[in-house]
């Protein structure tokens, strides 16, 4: 590139390409996950968990639904390098071979550079200069490097923290960033997503880690919906598409239009817990209480009033009704905390799986709202205890004594509860069909070292404390872990406290 010359946003870049009938631009999948991601803030987080986004960066609420819209509009940012271009050879010789971009076929030969490290190496540079978010002091406590090392966890690891001297010029640092065209086009990129999410409001403030937790659990399933060929070959762009500003605020007005209906046909939404008269023990039961679930239906309502939600220890004898004094319980603490759903853990595979019927059970009559139900352990995908109706219209479904609905079935509107019976417990198919997806379920049943994971290092370890970061948990069998389970516990009930949901 020569002094002076200035690039145009350059659609040549690609996104996707995996069981598409052409590449797909990168711009387009930005702006899609950004999409997808602005509806997930409205339909998964509770109005608490936005006001309390909202308060640490120092923004409104919608100023900061906008901002971190923006921010999940960047993930694949470090997709414009040689490493990731060269995985379709025709599209790197056409680029390779323009001037714009110099010789590219050293950089695309770093091999162990991927496409987040991308993300994460060029962005705080970006967010820094570009964006305005500029620090002084430690590079690990800006916002700039937050938010970049966040992104750049989008594949469930995350990078180590990149040193001022570095981050001020990544490319001389890591060569599989590419010469100064393809720090250019990132450039532009950056700032056309920008200029059409929205998200030019520079943040004051930061992000607590457990805050951190939960925006990153969005942009990893905003990434995920947009992924889908399903979603992304009816919005190819045709011959001549160039990127310009008219077309990428149209490809945006698509994709906002599009986004609702793909959230809701993934199940990702918020259960409803039954307040009043509704929430009465004898209206959640079939059956009168005993004394251990009396003194909980009459006790804890007016303590979570008071107090809010909390952590609730039951003891008593096998046989003794702890598991609907826990689901009562459970009801309590989703009211007071706003929680969006119920994730009821077990020490064992074959304890989950016999819970499971029950929790299904309790939900369908209990609960309203989205209650997609998951079944969640490492040999889920053996059980039958989602399957006894088998596979209905191509779909895996699991539902309580109902019938399947009809295709054309009526979709309930985003953000409004459904209590109609044909809409009971569903696990339904997207949330089934890849790996992880099922922690997103509004309800699930399982395995505790699922949740445990997330206090441990490991590939998606975040992701498993979003998955309850906005749920009441109930912890079965407390008594039979050993000391290293509970260490574990004490530092999970730890994260489950900064999230100030329900145990």
Aim: with cysteine; glycine share 16%; aromatic share 8%.
């Amino acid at each position: 590139m020569s002094n002076g010359e200035r690039l145009a946003l350059d659609v040549r870049f690609w996104g996707k390409e995996h069981g598409l009938p052409g590449l797909y631009p990168l711009i387009c999948h930005l702006l899609d996950s950004a999409a997808v991601f602005l509806v997930l803030w409205d339909e998964v987080l509770s109005e608490g968990m936005r006001r309390r986004i909202a308060a640490e960066l120092g923004l409104s609420v919608a100023e900061a639904r906008l901002v971190t819209g923006f921010w999940a509009g960047l993930h694949d940012l470090g997709k414009i390098t040689p490493p990731f271009v060269v995985k379709v050879p025709e599209a790197f010789k056409v680029v390779d071979g323009d001037a714009m971009y110099g010789g590219s076929a050293g950089a695309a030969g770093e091999r162990g550079f991927r496409h987040e490290m991308g993300t994460h190496w060029s962005l705080v540079s970006l967010l820094a200069k570009e964006g305005g978010y500029g620090f002084e002091g430690r590079v690990a406590g800006a916002l700039a490097h937050q938010v970049a090392q966040l992104l750049g966890g989008h594949h469930g690891c995350f990078g180590e923290v990149i040193a001022r001297r570095k981050a001020a010029d990544p490319g001389a640092y890591q060569a599989g960033l590419g010469g100064a065209g393809w720090a250019e086009q990132r450039r532009l990129h950056f700032g056309e997503v920008r200029r059409v999410v929205g998200g030019g409001v520079v943040p004051p403030g930061g992000l607590s880690a457990e805050v951190a937790v939960v925006v990153h659990g969005l942009v990893v399933f905003a990434d995920w919906l947009a992924s889908g060929a399903g979603w992304i070959v009816p919005r190819m762009p045709g011959a001549g598409w160039s990127g310009s500003a008219a077309e990428l605020d149209a490809h945006w007005a698509a994709a906002c239009a599009g986004a609702p209906a793909l959230v809701r046909g993934a199940r990702l939404g918020r259960v409803g817990f039954p307040e009043g008269e509704a929430g009465r023990f004898e209206r959640l039961f079939p059956f009168a209480p005993n004394a251990l679930q009396q003194d909980v239906a009459e006790v804890l309502p007016g303590l979570v009033g008071e107090q809010g939600s909390g952590l609730v220890l039951v003891t008593a004898p096998t046989g003794d009704g702890k598991t609907e004094a826990a689901l009562a319980a459970a009801v309590a603490l989703g009211r007071a905390s706003g929680a969006r759903g119920l994730f009821f853990a077990l020490p064992t595979m074959a304890t989950a799986d016999a819970m499971f019927g029950r929790v299904a059970e309790f939900a369908g009559r209990a609960l309203v709202g989205e209650r997609a139900l998951m079944l969640l352990h490492s040999g889920a995908w053996l059980s039958s205890v989602m399957d006894p109706a088998g596979v209905v219209g191509g779909v895996d479904r699991w539902r309580i004594g109902e019938a399947v609905p009809d295709e054309g079935a009526e979709v309930a509107e985003p953000g409004v509860f459904s209590g109609g019976s044909v809409t009971a417990v569903e696990a339904d198919g997207w949330l089934r069909s890849g790996a992880r997806r099922g922690l997103g379920a509004a309800l699930g049943a399982g395995t505790v070292d699922q949740v445990l994971a997330g206090v441990v290092p490991g590939r998606y370890s975040s992701l498993r404390l979003f998955s309850v970061a906005d749920k009441v948990v109930v912890v079965d069998e407390a008594h039979a872990y050993g000391p290293w389970m509970q260490a574990l516990m004490v530092r999970w009930l730890e994260w489950l406290g900064a999230f100030a949901g329900g145990v």
